[in-house]
């Protein structure tokens, strides 16, 4: 069974940075598009970006200019880089990724765990 993996999370200050990290952890076929989401207590999931595997991004307006998406393809790994950091980033991160399994297999959205990301003085 396939899981995403996140890694990166924790607590931060205002003004600070913090990277996070995505990969599968069993082999798969072929990764397409990849994304970051964040659910903040008592709000609705929402998208902070996205990348193709060409690597089109695309941003919330709420963190354009302070984040980056980013891929390795060889390692099958999205990065979030994250700089100046607000309270209200303050959210559980998900990772969420469109994948094959093996190359018969129909390509299907997989979502990690979540990462706290919390963002205090």
């Known amino acids: 069974q396939v899981q995403l993996v996140e890694s990166g999370g924790g607590l931060v200050q205002p003004g600070g940075s913090l990277r996070l990290s995505c990969a599968p952890s069993g082999n798969i076929f072929n990764i397409y598009d990849m994304r970051w989401y964040r659910q903040a207590p008592g709000k609705q999931r929402e998208l902070v970006a996205d990348i193709t595997r060409g690597g089109s991004t695309n941003y919330a307006d709420s963190v354009k200019g302070r984040f980056t998406i980013s891929r390795d393809n060889a390692k099958n790994t999205v990065y979030l880089q994250m700089n100046s950091l607000k309270p209200e980033d303050t959210a559980v991160y998900y990772c969420?990724?469109?994948?094959?399994?093996?190359?018969?297999?129909?390509?299907?959205?997989?979502w990690g765990q979540g990462t706290q990301v919390t963002v205090s003085s």
């Open positions: 969420n990724a469109l994948l094959r399994r093996s190359a018969s297999a129909v390509a299907a959205n997989y």
